[in-house]
């Protein structure tokens, strides 16, 4: 094979050059870890993108179980082991973003609506690609959206990971209230 077709191709495929050997195969050892990683949450992608909600389980590495004990239940005999895992809980949420620009007078601002409508009969995204104040309609949506994403109050992502928690080991035996 022509070496340098190959490394034209591998270019390609990898998005950067490669210079030898040892390169490749430490890219190609991360690959693999993150291939790993993705393997164990991609069900869970799948069944949020379909459901609204998917889970990753653990794999035996990551739970930590508690050695046997002895329990007794009246006169009976039994043995209690108790695990705990982390695992990853995927929801699909729809958040909602504007963008409202006042421009001036009613001429003005229905022209930049038709300008921005255009296309989109036939592709509903055609609007991502307009430019509007010198950025891309895109990157306006985009960072509306993870805006909004990234301001959620820490105390409300650990009250959210509780929450998931409860729900998760006593949702099945106990009713569960969510007040906001």
């Known amino acids: 094979m022509n070496d340098e077709l190959y490394e ?9 050059d490669i210079e030898d050997p040892t390169t490749l195969l430490k890219v190609m050892q991360e690959y693999a870890g ?3 990683n993705y393997n164990n949450i991609a069900n869970a992608i799948e069944m ?3 459901t609204g909600y998917g889970f990753a389980s653990p794999v035996l590495e990551e739970i930590k179980i508690e050695k046997p004990v002895l329990v007794k239940q009246g006169n009976r005999y039994g043995v209690k082991v108790a695990a705990s895992a982390p695992t990853l809980h995927i929801i699909k949420v729809d958040v909602d973003t504007k963008f409202e620009p006042i421009i001036g007078i009613k001429e003005q601002s229905e022209a930049l609506a038709d300008y921005l409508a255009e296309g989109m009969d036939a592709d509903p ?3 991502f690609t307009k ?3 010198g950025q891309n309609m895109g990157v306006v949506i985009t960072s509306g ?3 909004k994403l990234t301001g959620l109050p820490d105390n409300t992502r650990v009250k959210l990971q ?3 928690k409860t729900i998760a080991n006593k949702g099945k ?8």
């Open 125 to 127: 995204h055609a609007i």
């Open 145 to 147: 959206i993870n805006s």
């Open 34 to 36: 993150l291939k790993k």
């Open 48 to 50: 949020a993108k379909t």
């Open 8 to 16: 034209q191709v591998l270019k390609e495929v990898m998005g950067f």
């Open 131 to 133: 430019e509007m104040f």
């Open 162 to 164: 509780n929450l998931m």
């Open 173 to 180: 035996t106990n009713l569960i209230a969510i007040v906001f």
